[in-house]
């Protein structure tokens, strides 16, 4: 039998085979960022199809860091009742889920946020949207440090089974 088949650990977190879905943003989350039903669906139907451990597209940990209308939000404590059904979908199918954190940082619009949008310094502008944008102060790192902390522990209480942080930020 192929090694693919075969199960194996990520640190504690005992997988039943090596396949893997990378996390792709799916631009199916409602528009307050809670997981929809079509977005539980497609995981769900992933699981069923034998995806040992699936990631999810990457969420947003506080509103300044929302990329995209329709990105899943984990910012608030209203998103873990979506959160906690999508991770029992995918349980259910006997596969594993891990929840990917990120802050967009300055690859977003002022038009997606309400203001310009920061990084770890004004020079340059970001390659994607070509917004040049504003210096973090260091209460702004304080806040997004708090915001990956928070949205750890909602990723908890939904049941994730791990965490991954996506380095946009530091882009
Ligand atoms: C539409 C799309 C969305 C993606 N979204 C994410 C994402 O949310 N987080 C991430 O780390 N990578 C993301 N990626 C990168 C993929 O997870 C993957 O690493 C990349 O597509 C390379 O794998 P491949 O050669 O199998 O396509 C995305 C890629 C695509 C094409």
Do not use: W
């Amino acid at each position: 039998m192929s090694i693919l088949f075969t199960p194996m650990n990520i640190g504690d977190v005992r997988i039943k085979n090596r396949f893997i879905h990378s996390a792709t943003y799916e631009v199916m989350a409602l528009e307050t960022g809670e997981v929809s039903d079509k977005l539980i669906r497609r995981y769900q139907n992933l699981a069923k199809g034998e995806v040992g451990l699936i990631i999810p597209g990457y969420m947003y940990v506080h509103p300044l860091g929302h990329s995209y209308r329709y990105q899943s939000g984990i910012h608030s404590d209203d998103m873990i009742p979506g959160l906690r059904k999508l991770v029992e979908a995918v349980h259910k199918e006997g596969s594993k889920i891990a929840f990917q954190l990120v802050h967009a940082g300055r690859q977003t619009t002022k038009a997606m946020i309400g203001q310009t949008p920061m990084g770890p310094s004004s020079r340059g502008r970001d390659p994607v949207n070509f917004v040049k944008p504003r210096e973090m102060s260091v209460n702004d790192i304080r806040e997004v440090i708090q915001a990956f902390c928070g949205a750890a522990e909602r990723a908890v209480s939904a049941g994730a089974d791990a965490i991954q942080l996506h380095p946009r930020m530091a882009t």
